[in-house]
């Protein structure tokens, strides 16, 4: 079976990430580029180094015989005259209410924005009424921050349930394989890790509640990168779970004024949810804002309302309440996966077990991170039926 990598295609129109299988040819990948980026295979050109050298051209070589790797950064450029200057499209210019309707009176105006979801004002209620997250897993994520002195953004997905009257708990930080900077983050994982992940959790009998991410101590809240990405994942559980999706969470971690670690969970708000949806919205410049494709019309306090084509981030954004003492069913003693200066090794396995050798089986194995590792490592869970044998264990207790 072809193996699942995830291959970046940097251009002057940014980066895309492409999912692809080593079996791949370079022209089975120059097609996947051009209905991504909407450039023709006869008009790209793929290097491996940002100047162009290390051209490849082969259009029958696969990527395998190329060594590509997962994450393999291949370098965009367009050949011939696929793009000049003088025939850039111009975008196309805002529309102003004036080009919609001449006539507005206060009533078809007030309609229209929030048609158009731009009428912003402070949400009153959150759809998630309490977060509880696990006490080790917060702790096992933050210690690991203070290594690099939060200086590197980390993200992770919340597994746990949506309980009664909007109700979160979250009894899992899964850290999927990824990159991080001071300001950024990719995720790097491929299909075969979701698939796992999902699998095992579902198992489990948990749900993806929320992502959890870092960021270095900063003037601003929450920058755009993320309220985009935080819109992208709670559009996703809403589509996925229905009314319960709704209460899916994003929780922030960073340091405080005195240099304490803080949680700070938040919704995205119905309104930007309807902006992300409709394709409303953008990054800006200014990264606590995010930019509009239309007008709209802001209330805020002590400011009255003005049109503006920006939104502060932080007008998107409900907090919530947290109940940082709960304590769920699985453990946190394995190494947790994807850290590269921590790798889960065949030595780490058996410090584990040693130290639980007197423990009850259940308890012994009851640890997401070890059961991830047996399901990568050892037992591939599409034949072999020893960790969902593990899993029904656990829940049957």
């Given amino acids: 079976m072809s193996q699942d990598i995830i291959v970046r295609v940097r251009s002057k129109e940014g980066t895309e990430r492409i999912n692809a299988q080593l079996s791949w040819t370079i022209e089975r990948l120059k097609q996947e580029i051009e209905t991504k980026v909407k450039t023709p295979v006869k008009e790209q050109t793929l290097s491996l180094e940002p100047q162009g050298g290390q051209s490849i051209q082969q259009g029958n070589s696969t990527l395998s015989q190329l060594n590509f790797k997962n994450g393999q950064m291949v370098y965009l450029t367009f050949n011939g005259t696929y793009v000049q200057p003088d025939q850039e499209q111009k975008p196309e210019p805002k529309k102003q209410l004036r080009d919609i309707k001449k006539n507005w009176d206060l009533r078809s105006l007030m309609t229209h924005y929030d048609e158009q979801g731009l009428v912003f004002k402070a949400q009153p209620h959150s759809h998630c009424k309490m977060l509880s997250m696990d006490l080790d897993s917060c702790d096992k994520f933050q210690s690991y921050l203070h290594k690099f002195a939060f200086q590197r953004q980390r993200v992770g997905y919340l597994y746990g349930k949506f309980g009664p009257e909007g109700a979160v708990t979250v009894d899992i930080i899964y850290e999927p394989a990824q990159e991080g900077g001071v300001d950024s983050f990719i995720f790097m994982d491929d299909e075969k890790q979701k698939e796992t992940v999902e699998k095992l959790t579902s198992l489990l009998g948990y749900q993806k509640v929320g992502w959890i991410y870092s ?160 399901a990568t490592n050892h037992f591939d869970m599409r034949y072999d039926l020893t960790v969902a044998q593990m899993c029904s264990v656990i829940t049957n207790g």
């Fill in 215 to 374: 960021h270095p101590p900063r003037e601003y809240t929450v920058s755009n990168v993320e309220i985009i990405k935080a819109a992208e994942l709670q559009a996703e559980a809403e589509d996925t779970y229905h009314e319960k999706g709704r209460a899916f969470v994003t929780c922030r971690v960073t340091k405080d004024e005195e240099g304490q670690v803080t949680f700070e969970p938040y919704q995205v708000t119905d309104q930007a949810l309807k902006l992300f949806r409709n394709k409303l919205f953008t990054k800006s410049k200014d990264p606590s804002k995010c930019k509009t494709t239309n007008q709209m019309l802001m209330f805020k306090e002590g400011a009255g309302k003005q049109d503006s084509d920006e939104i502060e981030t932080v007008v998107l954004t409900k907090p919530l309440p947290i109940d940082s003492g709960y304590t769920g069913m699985l453990t946190n003693g394995f190494q947790i996966e994807n850290r590269a200066d921590e790798p889960q090794t065949l030595d780490k396995l058996k410090q584990y077990l040693t130290k639980r050798k007197n423990m009850p089986f259940v308890k012994a194995i009851a640890d997401f991170h070890f059961l991830y590792y047996m």
